[in-house]
């Protein structure tokens, strides 16, 4: 520490000082020991320090009026100057000053003189030397528009040199942007590494993310007549603070203010340069192109808000696209001796949903997808060999773009507009093979999203504002999508998004420039844009040296992935289509059924779940249905439901023959039970009568009926809740014969129930017992054709013929 090294270095000098007296050397040494301690101290404050310092000026400015004048020697000075003056240069003094002895003063002499400075003190303040690029930052004033307010506390705005500010905008989380480089001075290498290094960091290895930047424009003159306020504040050349003033109608949030805060990877207040902005967004995308990568800078805003000033900008203010060719064209120079470098152009516009070349404006032309992403077929390619050739051909194109005047802004740019720059560069790689990179530039002036009201509502450019809007709306779908990471992504929905495909979510190195007005009149818009900006944050690309990979392109393959990749986007495609599809013709049916006539819903309802499974499964194929998609014609719809009546008029027939059949059925296996109870009843009277005094005995079913249970005997839990018959035993036919009478389960594992009534107190007679079959049989029926209509295929299921 400079301080505790000086202070040592003093006291030396009074150790070393023959004349000095016991009883001062003791108060020395004293002293010595308590600055040694609060030397020692780190946590000793500015104050310390400021003691220690003065201690020093003091000690210095008495020997040198030592040496003036040596009857002042041992006198006090009348006055003393602020501590902080000459606070460098002591040190220098200190190495200079005299050797000779002098005195020390003591502290609390040097204390009072310092907090009571006589009323004739001179005071002079001093700036404090500029600070470092960290301290700097860290200090950078809160300023609006980007002002610093330089005060006494503040430090001066220092220049941070451009490679250092280059370094901090793209390699740190804090990016003031940075100076541009002077005249053709060549950008570092080391710095494209930065900003693609970072975009690489990002992007988690795999791609980059989309960097972000806002740009505010100047109060404009329209605006500033119509007495609009800012309402948009930069910070730290990063933030963006946006602020909603009440209107004076709003009685209930007139005090109030609403504000929004972002940030991006740079803001640009309304003072900044062109220039300023090409370098911190576009001039290392111009190098990484130039290596072989893609690049992609959209200015994106509200109509009226400066994008087409950022990208074209004026005569006498160039913008990024133009900026960028020059660029470009004085980095081939420097770097391509052999002339390898093939620079091709071509500029086009999106206007109303038709894509046009702005080179050679004729027919709309149509995109197509191949390997190297979309292209508009016949767009034109000029080669171009030098920078005024390219600034011709920009302003041709320029000339053929629409734009046309609005409410909102006097030369509107009504079509988005694409310049794209490609750079092949021919190399020879370790194997002295010839190996061209392809690099492609894209600089899109987008058309401003607006509403119908700033704009124009009446004519034409109400249709240009929908188509722009929807084209706008369908790249803010694409950024949700993306930012999601949703499968798909819908580039389709606007030739504008499916131009921008290889930007947003190709191998490329994206930038967008959002362009804000300050106006609060604009305050919705500004909001809009900056919502999307911070969205379009998320944005992952695709790695982008994917150029490596397509060096040498073996073309069948290329086409045969590319046709199975279209293949199956179509087959998607069909599946979705056949979805959608099939919902309409559902909920179409749906409508159909309701609206059709009550009897016959009526009847289908009734009777739809019985034929379905009563019949075969073949017969419910031919079932006319309605997602057959023949029913939406009124003559479709009576043929179809002639054919539900003529369906339905035939099933009851089959029903009809079905009970038919099981009557017959029925009535043989009555029979054939009722011959076997009587030859059962003529053996046992047989028996009885070879038995002579034996009991007779006949088995009834009153005889098979269990015993009552006896009073006060539990019943189980179950007992609540079983049906109103439960005293009852339930029997089967063939209960009431012998053990060699076929089991329940020969009727196809069927239980035949049915109820006998515990009250038959009597044994039944013969005649009883045989009228018993016909009884039961009516039960056997019931459950048999529920069974049938129940379960499909039953019918051909008969029952087995009972044998004996
Ligand atoms: N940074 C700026 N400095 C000075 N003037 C600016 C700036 N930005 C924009 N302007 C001026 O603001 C006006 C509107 O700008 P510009 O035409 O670029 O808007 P735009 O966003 O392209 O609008 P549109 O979408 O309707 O085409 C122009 O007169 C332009 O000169």
């Known amino acids: 520490m400079p301080v505790s090294t000086r202070s040592k270095a003093v006291f030396n000098q009074v150790q070393d000082d023959p004349n000095q007296g016991q009883t001062t050397r003791a108060r020395n040494d004293q002293e010595e020991s308590q600055m040694a301690n609060q030397m020692r101290n780190p946590h000793h404050g500015l104050k310390e320090k400021m003691k220690a310092l003065t201690l020093l000026y003091e000690q210095q400015k008495q020997a040198s009026n030592a040496l003036k004048n040596p009857a002042l020697k041992h006198e006090e000075p009348r006055f003393s100057t602020h501590p902080s003056i000459d606070l460098l240069s002591s040190g220098k003094r200190e190495d200079n000053g005299p050797k000779e002895s002098k005195e020390p003063r003591p502290i609390s002499h040097v204390m009072r003189e310092n907090v009571m400075p006589s009323s004739t003190v001179t005071r002079n303040f001093v700036m404090p030397q500029p600070l470092g690029a960290e301290e700097a930052k860290e200090n950078v004033a809160v300023g609006h528009g980007g002002d610093q307010i330089v005060g006494l506390s503040c430090p001066r705005k220092t220049n941070v040199s451009s490679t250092v500010a280059r370094k901090l905008s793209m390699g740190s989380s804090v990016m003031p942007f940075s100076e541009p480089p002077r005249g053709n001075q060549k950008v570092n290498e080391q710095e494209v590494e930065t900003i693609t290094e970072r975009q690489g960091s990002v992007g988690g290895g795999n791609g980059s993310r989309i960097l972000v930047f806002v740009r ?69 995308l111009v190098e990484a192109v130039l290596q ?7 200015c994106y805003g509200a109509t009226g808000a400066g994008k087409t000033y950022t990208m074209l900008g004026t005569v006498e203010n160039p913008g990024v696209m133009v900026l960028a060719i020059k660029d470009l064209f004085n980095k081939i120079r420097q770097r391509s001796f052999d002339g390898n470098h093939l620079v091709h152009l071509s500029y086009l516009e999106v206007y109303n949903e038709t894509v046009r070349d702005l ?32 600034m011709a051909l920009l302003q041709q194109g320029n000339q053929n773009r629409t734009t046309e005047p609005t409410r909102a802004n006097e030369t509107s740019s009504r079509s988005h507009a694409i310049l794209q720059v490609m750079i092949e560069y021919k190399v020879k790689d370790a194997a002295n093979n010839i190996v061209s990179r392809v690099g492609k ?22 249709l240009e504002g929908a188509n722009i809007n929807r084209s706008l709306l369908a790249l803010s779908s694409c950024i949700n999508a993306l930012v999601e990471g949703k499968k798909h992504i819908p580039y389709r929905n606007s030739k504008l998004t499916q131009l921008l495909k290889d930007s947003l979510g190709g191998a490329c190195n994206t930038v967008m420039i959002a362009n804000i007005s300050p106006s609060n009149l604009s305050f919705g818009e500004t909001q809009n844009t900056l919502h999307w900006a911070d969205r379009a944050k998320e ?37 979705q289509l056949a979805r959608q599809q099939q919902k309409l013709l559902a909920v179409q049916a749906q409508t159909l059924a309701a609206s059709s006539s009550p009897t016959l819903s009526t009847a289908s309802s009734l009777l739809s779940p019985a034929p379905s499974s009563a019949l075969p499964h073949e017969k419910r194929k031919q079932r006319p249905s309605f997602l057959a998609g023949t029913c939406f014609t009124p003559e479709s719809k009576k043929k179809g439901a002639d054919e539900t009546v003529r369906y339905l ?9 079905e009970i038919g059949r099981m009557k017959k059925d029925h009535a043989l296996e009555i029979k054939q039970k009722d011959d076997f ?11 009885a009568g070879a038995g002579g005094e034996g009991v007779r005995r006949i088995v009834t079913r009153a005889s098979l009926r269990p015993k009552k249970a006896p009073e006060g005997e539990l019943k189980s839990p179950s007992h609540r809740f079983t049906s109103p018959q439960p005293t009852a035993k339930k029997r089967s ?70 044998k004996r």
């Open 216 to 284: 505010l424009r100047p109060m404009g003159k329209r605006e500033r007549e119509a007495g609009s306020r800012c309402c948009v504040r930069i910070v730290n050349k990063r933030d963006v603070y946006l602020t909603e003033f009440a209107t004076e109608n709003d009685y209930l949030r007139l005090k109030r203010l609403r504000g929004r805060h972002f940030t991006f990877d740079a803001s640009f207040p309304d003072s900044t340069t062109q220039q300023e902005v090409y370098f911190t967004t576009t001039a290392e």
């Open 292 to 298: 072989g990568k893609n690049g992609s800078v959209f």
């Open 359 to 390: 080179l050679s404006p004729g027919r709309p032309l149509v995109l197509r997808e191949d390997k190297n992403g979309i292209v508009a077929a016949g767009l034109t390619q000029y080669r171009a060999y030098s920078t005024d050739e390219v």
């Open 441 to 462: 530039l894209s600089l899109i002036d987008l058309a401003g999203s607006e509403r119908a009201l700033a704009t124009d509502q009446r004519t034409l450019r109400s």
């Open 539 to 575: 944005i992952r690309t695709k790695a982008c040296d994917a150029n490596e990979e397509i060096q040498v392109p073996d073309s069948e393959t290329d086409q045969a992935k590319l046709l199975l990749e279209l293949q199956r986007e179509n087959r998607d495609l069909r599946m």
């Open 649 to 657: 008029r035939k099933t009851v027939k089959e029903l009809e023959a």
């Open 677 to 687: 109870i009587l030859e059962l009843s003529r053996k046992g009277a047989k028996l």
């Open 733 to 802: 036919f063939w209960d009431i014969t012998t053990a060699n009478s076929p089991s329940v389960a020969t009727l196809n594992g069927r239980k035949t129930r049915s109820y006998i009534s515990s009250e038959c107190a009597a044994a039944p007679s013969m005649l009883l017992q045989l009228a018993y079959p016909c009884f039961w049989s009516m039960f056997l029926l019931g459950p048999h054709l529920i069974n049938y209509i129940i379960q499909p295929g039953f019918a051909r299921q008969r029952p087995a013929t009972v």
